[in-house]
């Protein structure tokens, strides 16, 4: 196989792995949301914890757009 | 129609040469200097006047002090607040240039890695040294959680080190990323409005959803923008604590 059309081939293959992050942040946000509709007035408080929960929770998702970045542009 | 042709680095006037590399003032500068302009105006005109029922500018001063310090009292404590100049120089920094970037024909300076990854080291380099100079050895004590039994112990401290090793990645590499896609992204778009409208009048009627779409994203960027700008300030103030009180 064309060593450029593999690279291609595995930068789409690595951004599979940005869904499972998709998933996580959908699940963060959406229980947060149903938590802070049973009590409101709790909700501020955990707006920290709440973004402290998705950068970390991104970092994986974001670990796979670097593998295909650099499978497209540095590598 | 590149949407890549935006990150371009560009000489503006060439410095001197050190060895091999070219030391020049490109366009990536201009935009650093311009917003620590923006950042420097506004505070100096906010808190010129200091009155005691504040105007627009010294209320938009007193809400970002406000913000940013409430943000680090929570999580790193009332000790934490003698890193309120870093935490709120970083979180202006970056929301200036962020926002900014989103400008038509300007240049997204948190959109190179090499920007985000010295800003993250600069955070990372601290907690170190702090952690090490407040604490001593008891620094260590971050990476061995207590409460755990002792056969899983040497797995947890591992993962433990493992994990502190990969902040700094993925520090910068989240605001990079995040700009970097956004700003592809919003080209894209872009690049279909006109692709659609070299095609005759059918084309411009077609145009107007990606147009539409273009606008939306523009907003959905604007969002982001203030998002990650926030993340990276409350990331540095969490890895603060971790300096300060070491020890889960």
């Known amino acids: ?75 | 129609m590149d949407p890549i042709h935006q990150f371009e680095i560009k000489t503006l006037f060439p410095i001197t040469h050190i060895g091999g590399a070219e030391i020049a003032f490109t366009n990536s500068a201009l935009f650093m200097v311009i917003g620590l302009l923006v950042i420097l105006l506004l505070m100096l005109g906010a808190t010129g006047s200091r009155a005691m029922v504040p105007g627009r500018l010294q209320a938009v001063a007193e809400m970002s002090y406000e913000f940013v310090a409430s943000t680090l009292r929570s999580t790193a404590g009332s000790e934490g607040m003698k890193f309120f100049p870093l935490v709120f120089s970083l979180f202006m920094f970056i929301l200036v240039l962020n926002v900014m970037g989103i400008v038509p024909y300007t240049f997204t300076v948190t959109s190179h890695i090499i920007v985000t990854v010295a800003l993250a080291l600069l955070v990372f380099f601290t907690v170190i040294i702090y952690g090490f100079w407040k604490n001593g050895w008891r620094f260590l004590k971050l990476f061995v959680p207590s409460g755990i039994p002792i056969y899983i112990l040497p797995l947890v401290t591992f993962i433990e080190v493992l994990s502190f090793l990969s902040r700094p990645v993925s520090h910068s590499v989240r605001l990079f990323a995040n700009m970097l896609a956004g700003h592809i992204t919003l080209k894209v778009f872009g690049g279909f409005v006109t692709m659609l409208s070299a095609l005759g009048f059918l084309g411009w009627l077609g145009a107007i959803l990606p147009l539409g779409l273009t606008v939306a994203l523009t907003a959905l960027e604007l969002l982001v923008a203030f998002l990650q700008a926030y993340v990276f300030a409350i990331l540095t103030c969490i890895y603060l604590n971790d300096a300060i009180h070491p020890g889960h």
Do not use: W
């Open chain 1, 1 to 75: 196989m064309d060593p450029q059309a593999a690279k291609m081939i595995g930068a789409g293959i690595a951004c599979i792995g940005m869904g499972g992050a998709g998933v996580g942040v959908g699940t963060i946000f959406g229980h947060y949301l149903a938590a802070a509709l049973r009590n409101p007035s709790a909700a501020q408080g955990q707006f920290g914890n709440l973004i402290f929960g998705f950068a970390v929770t991104e970092a994986l998702g974001i670990f796979s757009l670097l593998i295909a970045l650099l499978l497209l542009f540095a590598l």
